[in-house]
T-cell receptor, first 114, second 115 residues
Framework: KQEVTQIPAALSVPEGENLVLNCSFT??????LQWFRQDPGKGLTSLLL?????REQTSGRLNASLDKSSGRSTLYIAASQPGDSATYLC?????????????FGTGTRLQVML | DAGVIQSPRHEVTEMGQEVTLRCKPI?????LFWYRQTMMRGLELLIY????????DSGMPEDRFSAKMPNASFSTLKIQPSEPRDSAVYFC?????????????FGPGTRLTVL
């Protein structure tokens, strides 16, 4: 059974800092690895998706990397802003035929201070 | 597109009562997923459907939980009878099922409180 762990559980940084969120998973036979953002009282929004054959994906100030052999993914946020404050969840995707069945980590709660 | 729609957004009920949560997926999406989120256990997959057919219900906690998808635009998650430990946020998500590049789109969730 896939298990996903995220470290740290919470993080508080001043505006402008570059930061790294970590995700580890136990079963390397993943279909894809996804990063989501969750704002308080809201649903999840997809940020980045890395297919199992890829090493990284980038979107704006966000960069996610994947190392299947070590069971790790990192989300790098450059030049953090107060609007980045949210909970970030990673999810390991398992192949089901066509869709990915996701196993989520417990998230990293990020606060970016002015 | 309006995105995934869930109702109600908040539900407060008493132990033993029946609770029905509703979800409308994004039009054209073939897969629908029900999740539960708690502080203790995080986000857990309960059940998912493909083309209205339940594929995997291994995450459904017990027989008090049931889910249906009578058509492509509507699904329900029912708890009968409800218990205080069922208190959580329940999310519905959908996607097209187009392989490893296809993410899931989440609704805003239903916050359930069982007293």
């Amino acid at each position: 059974k896939q298990e996903v762990t995220q470290i740290p559980a919470a993080l508080s940084v001043p505006e402008g800092e570059n930061l790294v969120l970590n995700c580890s998973f136990t079963d390397s036979a993943i279909y894809n690895l996804q990063w989501f953002r969750q704002d308080p009282g809201k649903g999840l929004t997809s940020l980045l998706l890395i297919q199992s054959s890829q090493r990284e994906q980038t979107s704006g100030r966000l960069n996610a990397s994947l190392d299947k052999s070590s069971g790790r993914s990192t989300l790098y946020i450059a030049a953090s802003q107060p609007g980045d404050s949210a909970t970030y969840l990673c999810a390991a995707g398992e192949f089901t035929g066509t869709a990915s069945k996701l196993t989520f980590g417990t998230g990293t709660r990020l606060q970016v201070m002015l | 597109d309006a995105g995934v729609i869930q109702s109600p957004r908040h539900e407060v009920t008493e132990m033993g009562q029946e609770v029905t949560l509703r979800c409308k997926p994004i039009s054209g999406h073939d897969y629908l997923f029900w999740y539960r989120q708690t502080m203790m256990r995080g986000l857990e997959l309960l059940i998912y459907f493909n083309n209205n057919v339940p594929i995997d219900d291994s995450g459904m906690p017990e027989d008090r939980f049931s889910a249906k998808m009578p058509n492509a635009s509507f699904s329900t998650l029912k708890i009968q009878p409800s218990e205080p430990r069922d208190s959580a946020v329940y999310f519905c998500a959908s996607n097209r099922g187009q392989g490893s590049t296809d993410t899931q789109y989440f609704g805003p969730g239903t916050r359930l409180t069982v007293l």
